[in-house]
């Protein structure tokens, strides 16, 4: 690439970003084209297309998981076998309510397709904000831009957050489905202890769910699907994400070298293993590259809710009892701060930034 070619990608970015309108604002102005800066290298596109394989990833229904014994321990069998392998899979029976679910998806398209000149008020790429707005938080990092427009919420960390900070048009149900979630992300915590051989409360005492991070993706609709992704693969900066989507489709995980299509079922949550818990189960638990395809079909919206350790400068490295004599620790020793501030450094495209941590 040319140096000119490199400044007017520099200043088409800049400008994109001055819009403070996102994605949809491009969509909304008419546009039948997809800007340069969205547009994926050939590699990045490849096999980018629905893929209907024969692998499903695993669903597992959580009914009985409170009261029966043996529902538990089987629970507890295939949520080990889901994450020693997929990394991911879908719940139900989990017992957030439908209405909740809906009401969230609805309050977030609500904050994405109000007047363009109340979302603007909320623009910011700065990192420490509770609430804010932005188009691609990688935007200036990351080699192509992706198609999708991002509200964060930083629900808790270290205080909880202030329900005047949210925006009215969705502050009732993120105070509600935090709530729900991070009590969901409990109980999944203990049954990601036992399947690892751990006590119910191990994870729990490591604080690995003391902050909870929404972020509410908007996916416009794409006028040239096939040129761009909703979202470059990538895995998750987080001991665990629980995914909402909604019906439409376009989740993709790597599965034995293929893109496999994460079906929506409604009322489901999606559940992915992510970086940091790959690290503290040393390697057993595995945080795996996903993606999201570009549609002319659209909205489509999720919101991703990130647990993770607050204390930046608390240790985090594999759990001792995970550790065999053979094989050793696979990790070093990482803090939030220092894993955090490379992770804003490099962006989400990335193959894996666990290899920095390797030792
Ligand atoms: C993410 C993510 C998937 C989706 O936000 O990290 O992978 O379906 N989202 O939006
Ligand atoms: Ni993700």
């Not at 009401?103 to 904000?129: C, L, P, T, W």
């Not at 960390?157 to 509600?176: F, H, K």
């Not at 409360?201 to 003391?210: I, P, S, T």
């Not at 991070?213 to 665990?240: K, R």
């Amino acid at each position: 690439m040319s140096t000119s070619e490199y400044n007017n990608r520099a200043e088409e970015l800049k400008a994109f970003d001055e819009t403070k309108a996102g994605v949809k604002g491009l969509v909304d102005s008419g546009l039948e084209k997809v800007p340069r800066i969205f547009l994926s290298a050939s590699n990045e596109l490849e096999n980018s297309l629905p893929n209907p394989t024969k692998y499903k990833v695993p669903l597992i229904d959580l009914h009985g998981i409170k009261d029966d014994k043996n529902s538990r321990e089987r629970i507890v069998e295939e949520i080990k076998n889901a994450s020693e392998t997929w990394g991911f899979f879908q719940v139900v029976n989990h017992g957030v309510g439908l209405n909740v679910l809906d009401e969230m998806i609805q309050g977030v398209i609500r904050f994405h397709e109000q007047d363009a000149e109340v979302r603007k008020q909320y623009y910011s790429r700065d990192r420490m904000k509770t609430v804010k707005y932005s188009s691609n938080f990688d935007l200036y990092t990351s080699k192509t831009a992706n198609w999708r427009d991002t509200l964060t919420f930083i629900m808790a960390s270290p205080e909880p957050v202030d329900p005047q900070e949210l925006p009215p048009t969705c502050r009732d149900i993120t105070l509600e489905y935090t709530k729900e979630v991070t009590g969901l992300g409990e109980t999944l915590f203990q049954l990601l202890s036992e399947a690892l051989g751990l006590k119910s409360d191990h994870l729990k005492q490591l604080q690995c769910d003391e902050t909870c991070v929404l972020i509410s993706n908007y996916y416009p609709p794409c006028p040239e699907p096939e040129l761009t992704l909703g979202s470059s693969e990538h895995t998750d900066p987080a001991f665990l994400t629980i995914l909402l989507q909604d019906q439409i489709g376009g989740l993709q995980v790597l599965y034995q070298d293929q893109w496999v299509d994460i079906q929506p079922i409604p009322g489901a949550f999606v559940i992915n293993i992510a970086n940091i818990l790959q690290i503290v189960s040393n390697d057993r638990f595995k945080s795996v590259q996903h993606r999201v395809l570009a549609n002319h079909v659209g909205p489509r919206v999720s919101v991703a809710c990130f647990l993770n350790a607050r204390g930046d400068t608390k240790p985090f490295g594999p759990i001792k009892e995970l550790v065999s004599a053979e094989t050793g620790p696979i990790y070093r020793d990482v803090t939030m701060l220092e894993y955090f501030n490379r992770f804003e450094r490099q962006g989400q495209q990335v193959k894996s930034d666990m290899e920095n941590f390797k030792l």
